[in-house]
């Protein structure tokens, strides 16, 4: 049977077993769900090894299990590693959910539910497609492994140990990540670059504990106010970040470059109209969409201290805290960021009030060879199954475990993406286009041929 028949007959049950896997909740964040993460993983196993895939194993690492299999049906044919995460990132504010965040549901032709984009639809778009050529034609035009990880939404902090711990299990000529996202609607992409990040966590302190704000008001310190004021002093107006020695290393961008992000298609207006806002911020010298790709950035991800509860209180608060994450550009290193942002906050701390700043994970800027024949096997590939011109895109994201991939592998990666812009990853009301994931699935089944063919 013809592949594209075989998956025309099993749309249906594709997105079933999408639906099962979405409905396990395995958010990495929440210490709550390690069981449910776990079932995710062996979840995925048993899937592997029913598509064909004998060699399924769950296998433990320092924290969330690895699923890893492989196919070696083609000796001499090049060896793909697939990589991709089962982990999902948090669902709060819940309210704002249409329907429950694990329980898929479809309206309007798009799959909803926390994973469906980020990064559940795409992973099983992958191993579909896999089940299909191996349903269809009884084998793989390659060979090919597959490594899912439970921790990427948490920075990936067991994978580099684990990538070291089993070099033969991750030995691969290429690397096929299907986890970021499409320039616009209906417009196949491949990510061509990623952002770094070092994620932080601010804690001020000032009195011994909380103070009566009409007795000590105008005399005691405030820990909000001193945070406030040091997340204030670290970025000028809306824009440049003024933390000293944080933009040392950023490469310049070259006219090439420049000319490249331009050649993305970018509407500003239906932008603004989909995020709500009215205006965009950041460094006026630097387009909206080099600002979110090609340039670092300093992020408030979540602020806390005083009273939250119902009604007044009036109440000096001793403590205040922050998360913060910087995204990271070519050739800054996440060390030398985080040394510089901590020690913006130990100088600028006011008498009065003392800082903590705890560093948590952290990953290297990637660029990719968008000229590379795998590259090059993925353009076909998406132009034949979309029918639309393909996008080269540097993303703003991050996927911390592809720049070790690249150092200590050594081998091309091509990160074909299926994200539309309106998926809504990591936000209320998750979701992918039904007809997204069916033609992801073609466009996939074509480029391991095409990939074959290239030798
Ligand atoms: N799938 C995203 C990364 C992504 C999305 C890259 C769209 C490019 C375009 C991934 O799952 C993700 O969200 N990564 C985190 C990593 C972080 C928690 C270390 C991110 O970028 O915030
Ligand atoms: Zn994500």
């Given amino acids: 049977m013809n592949v594209f028949s075989y998956l025309d007959a099993h749309e249906e049950q594709h997105r ?55 196919w070696t049906g083609r000796p001499g044919a090049p060896t793909a590693l697939i990589y991709g995460h089962y982990d999902v990132q948090p669902v709060d504010p819940l309210e704002l959910w249409t329907s429950p965040p694990f329980a898929p549901a479809v309206r309007n032709g798009r799959l909803y539910a926390r994973g469906a984009a980020d990064d559940k639809g795409q992973v099983m778009a992958q191993l579909q497609a896999l089940a299909a050529l191996l349903a269809a034609e009884g084998s793989l ?19 580099e140990p684990f990538i070291r711990e089993h070099p033969r299990r991750v030995e691969a000529d290429l690397i096929v990540i299907s986890d970021t996202s499409m320039v616009d609607h209906g417009v196949p992409t491949i990510c061509c670059g990623l952002r770094g990040i070092v994620d932080m966590e601010v804690h001020v302190r000032t009195a011994a504990t909380d103070l009566h704000s009409g007795l000590y008001g105008g005399a005691a310190p405030n820990a909000i106010h001193v ?24 490469r310049p961008l070259t006219d090439e470059e420049r000319a490249q992000i331009a050649a993305v ?18 460094e006026p ?39 913060i994450t910087c995204r990271l550009v070519p050739d800054q290193e996440p060390e030398a960021v985080a040394q510089a942002v901590v020690h913006y906050f130990q100088t600028n701390c006011p008498p009065g009030a003392s800082v903590r700043v705890d560093v948590g994970h952290c990953a290297r800027p990637w660029r990719a060879d968008p000229g590379s024949r795998e590259v090059r096997a993925a353009v076909r590939a998406l132009q034949e199954s979309f029918g639309r011109e393909v996008a080269l895109a540097r993303m703003g994201g991050s996927i911390p475990v592809i720049e070790a991939f690249d150092r200590l592998l050594g081998v091309p990666c091509v990160l074909m993406g299926f994200a539309p812009p309106d998926s809504n990853a990591h936000a209320p009301d998750e979701s992918i286009p039904l007809e997204t994931l069916r033609l992801a699935r073609r466009a996939l089944c074509r480029f391991w041929h095409e990939l074959a063919a290239a030798g």
């Fill in 16 to 70: 079933k077993e999408l639906e099962e896997l979405l409905g396990i909740p395995s958010i990495s964040a929440l210490s709550e769900h390690r069981a449910d993460v776990r079932r995710a993983a062996q979840w995925l196993r048993d899937y592997l090894e029913r598509i064909g895939f004998a060699s399924a194993e769950v296998l433990p690492t320092q924290g969330n299990p690895v699923v890893w299999a492989e």
């Fill in 265 to 282: 298609p970018f509407d500003e207006a239906a932008f603004k109209a989909r995020l709500g806002v009215e205006a965009l911020v950041g």
């Fill in 141 to 159: 035009p390659v060979n090919v492994k597959v490594l899912l990880e439970g921790e990427e939404e948490i920075g990936s902090p067991s994978l």
């Fill in 285 to 323: 010298e630097y387009t909206p969409l080099e600002r979110m790709t090609v340039r670092p950035t300093l992020e408030v991800n979540g602020i806390w201290g005083g009273f939250q509860g119902e009604g007044p209180k009036t109440v000096i608060p001793n403590e205040a805290h922050a998360k």
């Fill in 227 to 250: 945070l406030a004021q040091l997340l204030a002093g670290a970025r000028q107006g809306q824009g440049r970040i003024l933390v000293p020695g944080f933009y040392d290393g950023v």
